[in-house]
Protein backbone atom coordinates (compact mmCIF):
# COMPACT_ATOMS: atom_id res chain seq x y z
CA UNK A 1 0.00 0.00 0.00
CA UNK A 2 1.05 3.24 -1.19
CA UNK A 3 2.23 6.19 1.77
CA UNK A 4 3.66 9.66 1.88
CA UNK A 5 5.01 10.31 4.86
CA UNK A 6 6.18 14.38 5.07
CA UNK A 7 8.78 15.94 7.84
CA UNK A 8 10.45 18.89 8.47
CA UNK A 9 8.03 21.05 9.64
CA UNK A 10 8.56 23.01 12.98
CA UNK A 11 8.50 26.71 14.47
CA UNK A 12 10.18 29.16 12.35
CA UNK A 13 10.52 33.26 12.64
CA UNK A 14 8.88 35.80 10.19
CA UNK A 15 11.40 35.80 7.24
CA UNK A 16 13.13 32.54 8.05
CA UNK A 17 13.34 29.02 5.93
CA UNK A 18 12.25 25.68 5.88
CA UNK A 19 12.41 22.72 3.70
CA UNK A 20 9.53 20.06 3.90
CA UNK A 21 10.38 16.36 2.68
CA UNK A 22 7.85 13.83 1.50
CA UNK A 23 9.27 10.12 0.65
CA UNK A 24 6.11 8.05 -1.68
CA UNK A 25 6.94 4.30 -0.16
CA UNK A 26 4.91 1.07 -1.03
CA UNK A 27 4.14 -0.64 -4.42
CA UNK A 28 4.49 2.18 -6.50
CA UNK A 29 4.35 1.53 -10.15
CA UNK A 30 4.65 5.24 -11.94
CA UNK A 31 4.97 8.92 -10.62
CA UNK A 32 2.82 11.38 -12.31
CA UNK A 33 3.11 14.66 -10.05
CA UNK A 34 3.52 15.30 -6.28
CA UNK A 35 2.09 18.28 -4.56
CA UNK A 36 1.71 20.14 -1.59
CA UNK A 37 -1.28 21.58 0.13
CA UNK A 38 -1.92 24.09 2.95
CA UNK A 39 -4.92 23.23 5.74
CA UNK A 40 -5.45 25.63 8.18
CA UNK A 41 -8.32 25.01 10.40
CA UNK A 42 -11.71 26.02 9.20
CA UNK A 43 -10.63 26.95 5.77
CA UNK A 44 -10.36 25.14 2.64
CA UNK A 45 -6.78 23.01 1.74
CA UNK A 46 -5.07 25.53 -0.29
CA UNK A 47 -2.52 24.62 -3.22
CA UNK A 48 0.84 25.86 -2.53
CA UNK A 49 3.11 23.81 -4.82
CA UNK A 50 3.22 20.99 -7.86
CA UNK A 51 5.99 19.29 -10.24
CA UNK A 52 5.17 16.85 -12.95
CA UNK A 53 7.35 13.92 -12.15
CA UNK A 54 8.14 13.46 -16.26
CA UNK A 55 9.95 16.34 -16.75
CA UNK A 56 10.14 18.68 -13.63
CA UNK A 57 7.91 21.70 -14.87
CA UNK A 58 6.44 23.58 -11.19
CA UNK A 59 3.12 25.31 -10.88
CA UNK A 60 2.61 27.85 -7.59
CA UNK A 61 -0.23 30.12 -6.88
CA UNK A 62 0.41 33.59 -6.83
CA UNK A 63 0.92 33.72 -2.70
CA UNK A 64 4.25 32.02 -2.79
CA UNK A 65 5.59 32.46 -6.15
CA UNK A 66 9.46 33.58 -5.77
CA UNK A 67 9.44 32.20 -1.85
CA UNK A 68 8.46 28.37 -2.37
CA UNK A 69 10.48 26.16 -4.83
CA UNK A 70 9.27 22.31 -5.06
CA UNK A 71 11.74 20.12 -6.52
CA UNK A 72 11.92 16.17 -7.06
CA UNK A 73 14.27 12.94 -6.71
CA UNK A 74 12.98 10.66 -9.00
CA UNK A 75 15.16 7.80 -7.43
CA UNK A 76 13.80 8.42 -3.92
CA UNK A 77 10.11 8.85 -4.62
CA UNK A 78 10.39 11.93 -3.19
CA UNK A 79 9.50 15.60 -3.27
CA UNK A 80 11.04 18.83 -1.45
CA UNK A 81 9.60 22.19 -0.85
CA UNK A 82 12.14 24.71 -0.11
CA UNK A 83 9.83 27.55 1.62
CA UNK A 84 11.96 31.17 2.49
CA UNK A 85 11.08 34.78 3.69
CA UNK A 86 8.01 32.56 5.48
CA UNK A 87 4.95 34.64 6.14
CA UNK A 88 2.32 34.41 9.49
CA UNK A 89 0.10 33.34 7.17
CA UNK A 90 1.72 30.69 5.72
CA UNK A 91 1.74 28.88 9.60
CA UNK A 92 -0.83 25.78 9.14
CA UNK A 93 -0.59 21.91 7.93
CA UNK A 94 1.45 20.79 5.31
CA UNK A 95 0.11 18.32 2.88
CA UNK A 96 1.99 16.02 0.49
CA UNK A 97 0.14 14.60 -2.30
CA UNK A 98 0.96 12.48 -5.22
CA UNK A 99 -0.65 11.71 -8.24
CA UNK A 100 0.53 8.19 -8.80
CA UNK A 101 -0.35 4.42 -10.27
CA UNK A 102 0.89 1.51 -7.96
CA UNK A 103 1.18 -2.02 -8.38
CA UNK A 104 -2.20 -3.12 -7.73
CA UNK A 105 -3.20 -2.40 -11.62
CA UNK A 106 -6.29 -0.13 -10.89
CA UNK A 107 -5.40 2.75 -12.43
CA UNK A 108 -4.31 6.23 -10.98
CA UNK A 109 -4.81 7.17 -7.60
CA UNK A 110 -4.81 9.75 -5.17
CA UNK A 111 -2.77 9.64 -2.42
CA UNK A 112 -2.69 12.05 0.85
CA UNK A 113 0.00 12.44 3.69
CA UNK A 114 -0.84 13.08 7.04
CA UNK A 115 1.05 16.27 6.70
CA UNK A 116 3.68 18.00 8.80
CA UNK A 117 2.93 21.36 10.70
CA UNK A 118 4.56 24.58 10.09
CA UNK A 119 4.38 27.83 12.70
CA UNK A 120 5.24 31.26 11.30
CA UNK A 121 5.36 33.69 14.47
CA UNK A 122 7.82 35.77 16.20
Known amino acids: QVQLVESGGGLVQPGGSLRLSCVAS????????MGWYLQVPGKEREFVAH????????AYPASVKGRFTISRDNAKNTVYLQMNNLKPEDTGDYHC???????????????WGQGTQVTVSS
Open 51 to 58: VTWSDGST
Open 97 to 111: HADLSDSSGTGRHDI
Open 26 to 33: GGIFNIYG
